[in-house]
């Protein structure tokens, strides 16, 4: 069935360093597909999209490729600081009007 | 800027007792959505609507009921809560998915954490 893996957590990075988060889906035809964020004590707010393969979608820093042929679509920043720290998560269409989540990511940024 | 907007927002039930979540947008979405949260999960689909008037399944749908009497609510009941219920629920909303891959992200509440004893 429809899938999302993401990497276990928490990722534990000092500010400024590179962040990837890994993302890797099951090959349903070509969902389109999410990334989400997560602060304590909130629901969840879309970082950014990607609707078909090569699209990269970016925000805040943020920035994600979506590659068919590896079927993923890996979170980046170059440079992270103490206030992205959150929970971040994965998520693609399964075609049936609705999303499929991965697990989540914790990031945890030390100044 | 309200978005969506669910009460209430902490509840703590005893075995056996019902009670209902509610959900209110305003973006006139068509799509309504509730999941809920557990560690290590990620989020699971309990039930959505398509529209007023309609609901569906999701992944987890037992021991939930749902429904969509207008378009800008949609409440989600526990009919006999069951400590297996204890979780955080969030509601979500979007505009229709177009085409094959869908695309249009969905807008979330803030949550509302459930405890049952």
């Known amino acids: 069935g429809d899938s999302v893996t993401q990497m276990e957590g928490p990722v534990t990075l000092s500010e400024e360093a590179f962040l990837t988060i890994n993302c890797t889906y099951t090959?349903?035809?070509?969902?389109?597909l999410f990334w989400y964020v997560q602060y304590p004590g909130e629901g969840l707010q879309l970082l950014l999209k990607?609707?078909?393969?090569?699209d990269k979608g970016s925000n805040k820093g943020f920035e994600a490729t979506y590659r068919k042929e590896t079927t993923s679509f890996h979170l980046e920043k170059g440079s992270v600081q103490v206030s992205d720290s959150a929970v971040y998560f994965c998520a693609r269409y399964t075609g049936r009007r609705a999303l499929t989540f991965g697990s989540g990511t914790r990031l945890q940024v030390q100044p | 800027n309200a978005g969506v907007t669910q009460t209430p927002k902490f509840r703590v039930l005893k075995t056996g007792q019902s009670m209902t979540l509610l959900c209110a947008q305003d973006m006139n979405h068509e799509y309504m959505y509730w999941y809920r949260q557990d560690p290590g999960m990620g989020l699971r689909l309990i039930h959505y609507?398509?529209?007023?008037?309609?609901?569906a399944k999701g992944e987890v749908p037992d021991g939930y009921n749902v429904s969509r009497l207008k378009k800008q609510n949609f409440l989600l009941g526990l009919e006999s809560a069951a400590p297996s219920q204890t979780s955080v629920y969030f509601c979500?909303?979007?505009?229709?998915?177009?085409?094959?891959?869908?695309?249009?992200?969905?807008?979330f509440g803030d949550g509302t954490r459930l405890s049952i004893l």
């Open positions: 609507s398509v529209g007023e008037g309609t609901t």
């Open positions: 090959a349903t035809g070509y969902p389109s």
């Open positions: 990607a609707t078909k393969a090569d």
């Open positions: 979500a909303s979007s505009t229709p998915f177009s085409g094959t891959g869908g695309g249009q992200p969905q807008h």
